[in-house]
């Protein structure tokens, strides 16, 4: 069977990622704040040995990613992940899935950072921007000074400063140009930086152009101004 392009950009929406050779996928699977069950593993390896070629990988955003699935398994690897309680996706220009540290089981970290990303999957990944964004929007949180799971390269970066309070940077990426995200003014409660995000993603939505990173966004319309507007609408 032949696939179009329209074909694979459908596939690649719901986590399917074709190969060069026009025959194979990878199917990138959703992994919460990267933390694993066994069962979950377990299942992960049973149908990499049905489906693939008996191992699977790792992404640099904590999840999971089966190589060489061809077409006709798609559909029974959705099936039978999501009967484990797993699923495809974290692809597309859409938000996507929250990138953290290990957070509380760390001994320097300010704040529960798995529970942020699963609020932050909730609202936004699965959620109110389970939609079209000009581009990929990605969040990435850091329980402390440190920053393991570098933020300042998200489009949006969450890092502990204090128990239960973050500095945000907003307008990184690290893509064939990078940009180091630049940091609001204060800190903020996990409340209120969950509104900044929110406040991001309708900005984003609303102005940025079709195709445009939010560093790009961020760099065309000025740092100070998205500033303004993020920083008043989520303290107001």
Not at 28 to 41: C, N, Y
Request: aromatic residues 10%; proline residues 3%.
């Amino acid at each position: 069977m032949t696939l179009t392009d329209d074909d694979k950009k459908v596939l690649k929406g719901r986590g399917f990622i074709s190969y060069k050779d026009g025959i194979h996928f990878s199917c990138r699977v959703m992994i919460e704040a990267g933390r694993l069950t066994a069962q979950e593993s377990r299942k992960i390896t049973d149908i990499c040995e049905k489906y693939g070629r008996g191992y699977f990988t790792l992404t640099q955003r904590l999840n999971v990613e089966i190589p060489w699935l061809k077409y006709q398994d798609l559909e029974s690897v959705a099936r039978e992940l999501k009967e484990a309680g797993l699923s495809s996706g974290s692809t597309g220009m859409r938000a996507r899935p929250a990138l953290t540290c290990k957070g509380d089981v760390c001994q320097v970290s300010l704040f529960n950072t798995e529970e942020v990303a699963r609020q932050i999957n909730e609202k936004f990944y699965r959620g109110k921007y389970d939609v079209t964004l000009p581009n990929k929007f990605r969040v990435t949180i850091s329980g402390c000074r440190n920053g393991c799971s570098k933020p300042q390269i998200g489009c949006i970066g969450l890092l502990g400063r204090k128990p239960g309070q973050v500095a945000i940077f907003i307008g990184g990426m690290f893509a064939k140009e990078q940009f180091i995200g630049k940091e609001l003014p204060g800190l903020y409660s996990i409340d209120e930086a969950l509104e900044v995000i929110d406040k991001a993603m309708e900005y984003y939505r609303e102005n940025g152009l079709k195709g445009e990173r939010f560093a790009k966004t961020v760099e065309r319309i000025g740092f100070d101004t998205v500033a303004s507007y993020l920083t008043l609408k989520a303290r107001e």
